[in-house]
């Protein structure tokens, strides 16, 4: 359990802090009270979270806490899952977004470089949060093999844009007299 305390002002550090916690994972289970589970890959996270606090001049504790009950322990980890479920299903909703976008642009016969590199840095960012959403992953949801043949669709839609818009600068380039 992560339990920062900070001045109120300026709020810029508690929202770094709260950043921070999200991004690695972390879930608020009351009002400033944070909770991870006992794994070595939350440890840094913690460190650099305990940092922001420092740097903002405020305190921090970090507790490892064990249940007393079997109800208390599976209120934490529902919350954790819950979470995560969450994530899982927004980031399968960008891959939908994703593949509607290049059938979109495929309807309009859009086939262009430009329109082929956005859609390349689109599918870069969901391979990015795709990564964290499976560090942060504890409980090593079955959503997560689901989001992956997701993903995996995603690079398939994508490769499939990129040989038509191939296709189309071939047949549009002027031909090349080499003699």
């Known amino acids: ?86 994530e899982w299903a927004e980031f399968e909703a960008d891959c939908c977004k994703f593949e509607a976008e290049i059938a979109r642009e495929i309807a309009k016969k859009k086939f262009t470089f430009g329109e082929l590199e956005e859609e390349e840095q689109s599918l870069d960012r969901l391979r990015r949060w795709y990564r964290d959403l499976k560090k942060r992953d504890a409980f090593e949801l079955p959503e997560a093999e689901a989001a992956d043949a997701r993903l995996q669709n995603c690079v398939t839609v994508l490769d499939d844009f990129a040989e038509q818009v191939y296709a189309a600068m071939r047949s549009a380039a002027p031909a090349i007299d080499l003699e």
Request: charged fraction near 25%; glycine fraction near 6%.
């Open 1 to 86: 359990m992560f339990l920062p305390q900070l001045p109120k002002e300026p709020s810029k550090h508690r929202v770094a802090v709260w950043r921070e916690l999200r991004r690695v994972g972390a879930v608020p289970v009351a009002s400033g009270a944070w909770i991870v589970p006992a794994l070595p890959a939350f440890t840094e996270a913690l460190d650099r979270a305990g940092e922001l606090v420092q740097n903002a001049g405020g305190t921090f504790a970090v507790l490892d806490v064990a249940p007393r009950a079997a109800s208390s322990e599976q209120f934490l980890r529902d919350v954790f899952v819950r979470t995560r479920l969450d």
